[in-house]
Protein backbone atom coordinates (compact mmCIF):
# COMPACT_ATOMS: atom_id res chain seq x y z
CA UNK A 1 0.00 0.00 0.00
CA UNK A 2 2.91 2.38 0.64
CA UNK A 3 3.99 4.20 3.90
CA UNK A 4 1.46 7.16 3.45
CA UNK A 5 -1.33 4.54 3.34
CA UNK A 6 0.00 1.86 6.67
CA UNK A 7 0.99 4.83 8.43
CA UNK A 8 -2.30 6.45 7.74
CA UNK A 9 -4.21 3.01 9.41
CA UNK A 10 -1.82 3.16 12.17
CA UNK A 11 -2.85 6.82 12.91
CA UNK A 12 -6.34 6.11 12.65
CA UNK A 13 -6.38 3.54 15.37
CA UNK A 14 -4.05 5.38 17.63
CA UNK A 15 -6.85 7.99 17.67
CA UNK A 16 -9.12 7.58 21.12
CA UNK A 17 -12.48 7.65 18.70
CA UNK A 18 -14.20 4.83 18.22
CA UNK A 19 -16.01 2.08 20.25
CA UNK A 20 -19.43 1.13 20.56
CA UNK A 21 -22.69 3.27 20.87
CA UNK A 22 -23.38 4.13 24.60
CA UNK A 23 -25.78 5.89 26.48
CA UNK A 24 -26.28 6.93 30.20
CA UNK A 25 -28.41 5.22 32.43
CA UNK A 26 -31.32 8.44 31.55
CA UNK A 27 -30.98 7.39 27.81
CA UNK A 28 -28.48 10.10 26.71
CA UNK A 29 -25.89 9.67 24.22
CA UNK A 30 -22.67 9.01 26.45
CA UNK A 31 -20.43 12.03 27.14
CA UNK A 32 -17.37 10.55 26.22
CA UNK A 33 -18.80 9.73 22.53
CA UNK A 34 -19.95 13.61 22.26
CA UNK A 35 -16.51 14.68 23.60
CA UNK A 36 -14.40 12.78 20.93
CA UNK A 37 -16.79 13.79 17.83
CA UNK A 38 -16.72 17.54 18.65
CA UNK A 39 -12.88 16.89 19.30
CA UNK A 40 -11.96 14.74 16.29
CA UNK A 41 -15.11 15.64 13.75
CA UNK A 42 -15.54 12.32 13.41
CA UNK A 43 -16.62 8.62 15.70
CA UNK A 44 -16.76 5.46 14.78
CA UNK A 45 -19.83 3.03 16.16
CA UNK A 46 -18.56 -0.27 15.92
CA UNK A 47 -21.24 -2.51 15.52
CA UNK A 48 -24.15 -1.25 15.86
CA UNK A 49 -25.68 -2.34 12.78
CA UNK A 50 -26.29 -6.47 12.96
CA UNK A 51 -24.97 -9.17 10.80
CA UNK A 52 -28.63 -10.05 9.79
CA UNK A 53 -29.45 -5.96 8.95
CA UNK A 54 -26.31 -5.69 6.84
CA UNK A 55 -26.98 -8.91 5.25
CA UNK A 56 -30.38 -7.32 4.11
CA UNK A 57 -28.29 -4.07 3.41
CA UNK A 58 -25.92 -5.98 1.03
CA UNK A 59 -28.95 -8.03 -0.78
CA UNK A 60 -30.85 -4.52 -1.42
CA UNK A 61 -28.00 -2.82 -2.92
CA UNK A 62 -27.03 -5.62 -4.80
CA UNK A 63 -30.54 -6.46 -6.53
CA UNK A 64 -29.87 -2.48 -7.08
CA UNK A 65 -26.99 -2.67 -9.01
CA UNK A 66 -28.40 -5.82 -10.84
CA UNK A 67 -31.49 -3.02 -11.94
CA UNK A 68 -29.03 -0.30 -12.50
CA UNK A 69 -28.50 1.41 -15.72
CA UNK A 70 -25.43 0.05 -18.12
CA UNK A 71 -23.90 3.46 -18.45
CA UNK A 72 -24.58 7.24 -18.53
CA UNK A 73 -28.02 7.99 -20.11
CA UNK A 74 -29.04 4.64 -20.46
CA UNK A 75 -32.81 3.76 -19.54
CA UNK A 76 -31.79 0.08 -19.29
CA UNK A 77 -30.44 -2.77 -17.20
CA UNK A 78 -27.53 -4.99 -17.96
CA UNK A 79 -30.76 -7.21 -19.09
CA UNK A 80 -32.20 -5.11 -21.49
CA UNK A 81 -35.13 -3.78 -19.18
CA UNK A 82 -36.13 -0.42 -17.79
CA UNK A 83 -33.39 0.42 -15.45
CA UNK A 84 -34.77 1.00 -11.80
CA UNK A 85 -33.95 4.42 -11.81
CA UNK A 86 -36.49 4.98 -14.68
CA UNK A 87 -39.84 6.04 -12.47
CA UNK A 88 -37.69 8.75 -10.64
CA UNK A 89 -37.61 12.44 -11.74
CA UNK A 90 -34.21 12.80 -9.73
CA UNK A 91 -31.18 11.57 -11.68
CA UNK A 92 -30.19 8.36 -9.26
CA UNK A 93 -26.79 6.98 -10.61
CA UNK A 94 -23.83 8.73 -10.85
CA UNK A 95 -21.02 7.23 -12.89
CA UNK A 96 -16.86 7.91 -13.49
CA UNK A 97 -14.55 6.72 -15.86
CA UNK A 98 -12.58 4.06 -13.78
CA UNK A 99 -9.97 5.26 -11.36
CA UNK A 100 -10.51 8.98 -11.96
CA UNK A 101 -11.45 11.84 -10.44
CA UNK A 102 -15.01 13.48 -11.93
CA UNK A 103 -15.18 16.21 -10.03
CA UNK A 104 -11.62 17.65 -8.56
CA UNK A 105 -11.39 20.69 -10.02
CA UNK A 106 -14.75 21.71 -11.55
CA UNK A 107 -17.81 23.39 -11.31
CA UNK A 108 -19.30 20.48 -9.42
CA UNK A 109 -21.08 21.29 -6.38
CA UNK A 110 -20.28 24.76 -6.22
CA UNK A 111 -16.91 24.31 -6.74
CA UNK A 112 -16.03 22.57 -3.46
CA UNK A 113 -13.28 20.06 -4.97
CA UNK A 114 -11.27 22.59 -5.69
CA UNK A 115 -8.19 20.68 -6.66
CA UNK A 116 -7.52 17.15 -9.35
CA UNK A 117 -6.46 14.10 -7.55
CA UNK A 118 -4.00 11.86 -8.97
CA UNK A 119 -5.76 9.33 -11.55
CA UNK A 120 -4.01 6.02 -12.50
CA UNK A 121 -3.89 4.47 -15.59
CA UNK A 122 -7.20 2.23 -16.27
CA UNK A 123 -6.34 -1.64 -17.08
CA UNK A 124 -7.67 -3.12 -20.24
CA UNK A 125 -10.37 -5.33 -18.72
CA UNK A 126 -11.70 -2.47 -16.72
CA UNK A 127 -15.75 -1.12 -17.20
CA UNK A 128 -15.89 1.99 -19.32
CA UNK A 129 -17.66 3.66 -16.81
CA UNK A 130 -18.17 2.29 -13.14
CA UNK A 131 -21.00 3.62 -10.02
CA UNK A 132 -19.52 6.25 -7.67
CA UNK A 133 -23.24 6.80 -6.31
CA UNK A 134 -26.85 6.19 -5.79
CA UNK A 135 -29.15 8.99 -4.74
CA UNK A 136 -32.75 8.62 -3.44
CA UNK A 137 -31.90 5.19 -2.19
CA UNK A 138 -34.64 5.14 0.18
CA UNK A 139 -37.35 4.12 -2.23
CA UNK A 140 -35.55 1.67 -3.91
CA UNK A 141 -33.62 0.01 -1.21
CA UNK A 142 -35.97 -1.08 1.76
CA UNK A 143 -32.83 -1.82 4.03
CA UNK A 144 -32.20 1.85 3.88
CA UNK A 145 -35.55 3.19 4.95
CA UNK A 146 -35.24 0.98 7.98
CA UNK A 147 -31.84 1.51 9.12
CA UNK A 148 -32.94 5.41 8.72
CA UNK A 149 -35.33 5.04 11.32
CA UNK A 150 -32.58 3.59 13.47
CA UNK A 151 -33.82 4.56 16.89
CA UNK A 152 -30.27 5.04 18.59
CA UNK A 153 -28.77 6.72 15.45
CA UNK A 154 -31.97 8.69 15.91
CA UNK A 155 -31.13 9.44 19.42
CA UNK A 156 -27.35 10.15 18.16
CA UNK A 157 -29.18 12.93 15.70
CA UNK A 158 -30.81 14.93 18.52
CA UNK A 159 -27.96 14.52 20.37
CA UNK A 160 -25.59 16.30 18.04
CA UNK A 161 -28.18 18.49 16.62
CA UNK A 162 -31.24 18.48 18.76
CA UNK A 163 -34.37 17.31 19.26
CA UNK A 164 -35.93 19.25 16.43
CA UNK A 165 -33.35 18.44 13.86
CA UNK A 166 -34.02 18.09 9.86
CA UNK A 167 -32.74 15.59 7.47
CA UNK A 168 -30.03 16.19 4.48
CA UNK A 169 -30.30 13.89 1.70
CA UNK A 170 -28.79 10.69 1.48
CA UNK A 171 -26.78 8.47 -0.97
CA UNK A 172 -24.59 5.03 -1.45
CA UNK A 173 -21.34 5.85 -2.35
CA UNK A 174 -19.62 2.87 -4.10
CA UNK A 175 -16.08 2.31 -4.48
CA UNK A 176 -16.13 -1.14 -7.00
CA UNK A 177 -12.77 -2.87 -6.26
CA UNK A 178 -9.59 -2.07 -8.14
CA UNK A 179 -11.56 -0.04 -10.36
CA UNK A 180 -13.85 2.70 -8.01
CA UNK A 181 -13.00 6.48 -8.77
CA UNK A 182 -11.76 9.17 -6.80
CA UNK A 183 -13.64 11.92 -4.92
CA UNK A 184 -11.24 14.86 -4.24
CA UNK A 185 -10.47 16.79 -1.06
CA UNK A 186 -13.21 19.04 -0.29
CA UNK A 187 -15.74 20.17 2.77
CA UNK A 188 -19.46 19.61 2.60
CA UNK A 189 -20.79 22.92 4.02
CA UNK A 190 -21.08 25.81 1.02
CA UNK A 191 -23.63 27.86 3.28
CA UNK A 192 -22.35 29.02 6.39
CA UNK A 193 -18.51 29.89 6.18
CA UNK A 194 -19.14 33.77 6.14
CA UNK A 195 -21.96 33.37 9.16
CA UNK A 196 -20.36 35.52 12.23
CA UNK A 197 -22.14 32.32 14.50
CA UNK A 198 -19.90 29.88 12.32
CA UNK A 199 -19.33 26.91 14.89
CA UNK A 200 -18.21 23.09 14.57
CA UNK A 201 -21.55 21.55 14.01
CA UNK A 202 -23.05 24.26 11.93
CA UNK A 203 -23.14 22.61 8.54
CA UNK A 204 -24.51 19.06 10.25
CA UNK A 205 -23.45 15.45 10.18
CA UNK A 206 -23.86 12.62 8.42
CA UNK A 207 -23.79 9.06 9.24
CA UNK A 208 -21.52 6.39 7.31
CA UNK A 209 -22.90 3.05 7.46
CA UNK A 210 -20.77 0.43 6.00
CA UNK A 211 -21.79 -2.55 4.40
CA UNK A 212 -18.31 -4.04 3.80
CA UNK A 213 -14.93 -4.22 5.39
CA UNK A 214 -13.01 -0.72 4.85
CA UNK A 215 -9.48 -0.64 3.87
CA UNK A 216 -7.10 2.38 3.73
CA UNK A 217 -6.86 2.33 -0.04
CA UNK A 218 -10.16 2.38 -0.43
CA UNK A 219 -11.59 4.26 2.62
CA UNK A 220 -12.60 8.04 2.70
CA UNK A 221 -9.74 10.08 4.51
CA UNK A 222 -10.02 12.67 6.91
CA UNK A 223 -8.08 15.60 8.53
CA UNK A 224 -9.05 15.05 12.33
CA UNK A 225 -9.85 18.63 13.50
CA UNK A 226 -10.54 20.12 10.36
CA UNK A 227 -14.57 20.66 11.14
CA UNK A 228 -13.68 23.62 13.59
CA UNK A 229 -10.87 25.37 11.59
CA UNK A 230 -13.11 27.48 9.07
CA UNK A 231 -12.93 27.31 5.63
CA UNK A 232 -9.73 25.49 4.61
CA UNK A 233 -8.15 26.48 1.94
CA UNK A 234 -7.25 23.42 -0.05
CA UNK A 235 -5.31 24.73 -3.06
CA UNK A 236 -2.40 25.61 -0.63
CA UNK A 237 -2.38 22.48 1.56
CA UNK A 238 -1.86 20.77 -1.18
CA UNK A 239 0.91 23.11 -2.68
CA UNK A 240 2.83 23.53 0.97
CA UNK A 241 2.75 19.33 0.17
CA UNK A 242 4.58 19.34 -2.52
CA UNK A 243 2.05 19.18 -4.79
CA UNK A 244 0.78 15.58 -3.99
CA UNK A 245 -2.90 14.69 -2.44
CA UNK A 246 -1.16 12.59 0.27
CA UNK A 247 -2.24 15.74 2.70
CA UNK A 248 -0.57 15.04 5.71
CA UNK A 249 -2.50 14.30 9.46
CA UNK A 250 -4.78 12.85 7.68
CA UNK A 251 -6.22 9.44 8.56
CA UNK A 252 -8.32 6.48 6.99
CA UNK A 253 -11.82 6.04 7.90
CA UNK A 254 -11.66 2.23 8.87
CA UNK A 255 -14.51 -0.41 9.71
CA UNK A 256 -16.19 -3.42 9.81
CA UNK A 257 -18.70 -3.90 8.02
CA UNK A 258 -21.73 -2.86 10.18
CA UNK A 259 -19.88 0.04 12.00
CA UNK A 260 -21.57 3.60 11.40
CA UNK A 261 -19.38 6.53 11.64
CA UNK A 262 -20.51 10.14 13.08
CA UNK A 263 -18.47 12.77 10.57
CA UNK A 264 -18.73 16.58 10.29
CA UNK A 265 -19.47 17.96 7.07
CA UNK A 266 -17.00 20.67 7.60
CA UNK A 267 -14.28 17.60 7.90
CA UNK A 268 -11.52 18.32 5.25
CA UNK A 269 -12.46 14.83 3.36
CA UNK A 270 -11.44 12.87 0.63
CA UNK A 271 -11.25 9.41 -1.07
CA UNK A 272 -8.49 8.01 -3.25
CA UNK A 273 -8.67 5.49 -6.48
CA UNK A 274 -9.93 2.25 -5.38
CA UNK A 275 -7.08 -0.11 -6.91
CA UNK A 276 -7.56 -2.60 -3.64
CA UNK A 277 -9.01 -6.11 -4.35
CA UNK A 278 -12.05 -5.32 -2.06
CA UNK A 279 -15.39 -2.84 -2.54
CA UNK A 280 -16.54 -0.21 -0.42
CA UNK A 281 -20.16 0.86 -0.13
CA UNK A 282 -21.55 3.44 2.42
CA UNK A 283 -24.55 3.91 3.23
CA UNK A 284 -24.80 7.92 3.77
CA UNK A 285 -27.59 9.74 5.80
CA UNK A 286 -27.25 13.68 6.93
CA UNK A 287 -28.63 15.33 9.76
CA UNK A 288 -28.97 19.33 10.25
CA UNK A 289 -30.22 21.52 12.96
CA UNK A 290 -33.29 23.34 12.18
CA UNK A 291 -31.60 26.51 13.34
CA UNK A 292 -29.15 26.28 10.20
CA UNK A 293 -31.52 25.41 7.82
CA UNK A 294 -35.36 27.63 8.38
CA UNK A 295 -35.70 30.95 6.88
CA UNK A 296 -32.06 29.94 4.52
CA UNK A 297 -31.13 30.08 1.12
CA UNK A 298 -30.20 26.14 -0.23
CA UNK A 299 -29.46 23.86 -2.38
CA UNK A 300 -32.46 23.51 -4.90
CA UNK A 301 -32.06 19.88 -5.88
CA UNK A 302 -35.00 20.37 -8.65
CA UNK A 303 -32.57 22.31 -10.87
CA UNK A 304 -33.18 25.79 -9.80
CA UNK A 305 -30.02 27.77 -8.17
CA UNK A 306 -30.81 27.89 -4.63
CA UNK A 307 -34.55 28.17 -2.85
CA UNK A 308 -35.30 29.40 0.76
CA UNK A 309 -36.22 26.83 3.33
CA UNK A 310 -38.64 27.85 4.81
CA UNK A 311 -41.23 25.37 7.02
CA UNK A 312 -43.27 23.85 4.25
CA UNK A 313 -40.37 22.51 2.75
CA UNK A 314 -38.76 21.30 5.77
CA UNK A 315 -41.83 19.66 6.50
CA UNK A 316 -42.24 17.57 3.78
CA UNK A 317 -38.42 16.41 3.89
CA UNK A 318 -39.00 15.41 7.80
CA UNK A 319 -42.08 13.47 6.95
CA UNK A 320 -39.23 10.97 5.60
CA UNK A 321 -37.88 10.61 9.17
CA UNK A 322 -41.30 9.36 10.52
CA UNK A 323 -42.10 6.91 7.55
CA UNK A 324 -38.27 5.28 8.26
CA UNK A 325 -39.45 5.19 11.88
CA UNK A 326 -42.74 3.11 11.09
CA UNK A 327 -41.11 1.02 8.55
CA UNK A 328 -38.56 -0.11 11.09
CA UNK A 329 -41.23 -0.47 13.97
CA UNK A 330 -43.06 -3.01 11.47
CA UNK A 331 -39.62 -5.11 10.76
CA UNK A 332 -38.06 -4.96 14.69
CA UNK A 333 -41.17 -5.03 16.05
CA UNK A 334 -39.58 -5.61 19.65
CA UNK A 335 -37.57 -2.30 19.09
CA UNK A 336 -38.41 0.30 21.36
CA UNK A 337 -39.01 3.49 18.17
CA UNK A 338 -37.67 6.71 18.46
CA UNK A 339 -40.09 9.55 19.14
CA UNK A 340 -39.78 12.82 16.25
CA UNK A 341 -40.74 15.44 17.97
CA UNK A 342 -41.34 17.58 14.78
CA UNK A 343 -44.03 14.91 13.62
CA UNK A 344 -45.33 13.80 16.62
CA UNK A 345 -48.68 14.98 15.50
CA UNK A 346 -48.50 13.03 12.05
CA UNK A 347 -47.55 9.43 13.34
CA UNK A 348 -50.94 8.12 12.31
CA UNK A 349 -50.60 9.49 8.78
CA UNK A 350 -47.23 8.37 8.39
CA UNK A 351 -47.63 4.90 8.48
CA UNK A 352 -45.63 2.90 6.13
CA UNK A 353 -47.64 1.05 3.19
CA UNK A 354 -47.67 0.22 -0.09
CA UNK A 355 -49.89 3.42 -0.19
CA UNK A 356 -47.16 6.20 1.64
CA UNK A 357 -44.78 4.23 -0.37
CA UNK A 358 -46.22 6.20 -3.50
CA UNK A 359 -47.87 9.47 -1.61
CA UNK A 360 -45.00 10.07 0.41
CA UNK A 361 -41.88 8.30 -0.56
CA UNK A 362 -41.43 8.44 -4.25
CA UNK A 363 -39.32 11.10 -5.48
CA UNK A 364 -39.03 12.67 -1.71
CA UNK A 365 -35.58 13.47 -2.80
CA UNK A 366 -36.13 15.94 -4.03
CA UNK A 367 -37.15 17.74 -0.96
CA UNK A 368 -33.60 16.99 0.44
CA UNK A 369 -31.82 20.16 2.35
CA UNK A 370 -28.57 20.99 1.44
CA UNK A 371 -26.55 23.82 2.98
Known amino acids: MGDYFSEGADQAYALP?????????????????????????????????????????????????TRAPTCPGSKVDAAGKPAIDQGFERATFQFAKPLSDPMGATDSSGGRYPIKMTEFDVPAEAPEHVVLQISGSLQ?????????????????????????????????????????????????GLTHWDNPELDAGTHGFNFMAQLYPTNPQNALWIIPQSHDQGKADIKQLVQQNGGSDQLPDAVPLLCAAGDVAICSRQMVHCSYPNRSDDPRVTYVFGFHRRASVEGVKGWDFRGKESILY?????????????????????AFPSEVSYEYQPMARERESLRWSPETRETVLHNYNQLDLGI
Open 17 to 65: NRGPLRFTDNGELHPEILKAYWHFGFYVLEGVISAEEVGALVDDFEEVM
Open 140 to 188: MMDANLRLYGHPDLLRVAEAINGHDFVPFTDAVWVKPARYGAAVSWHQD
Open 310 to 330: NHERIHGRSRIVQLAIDARRQ
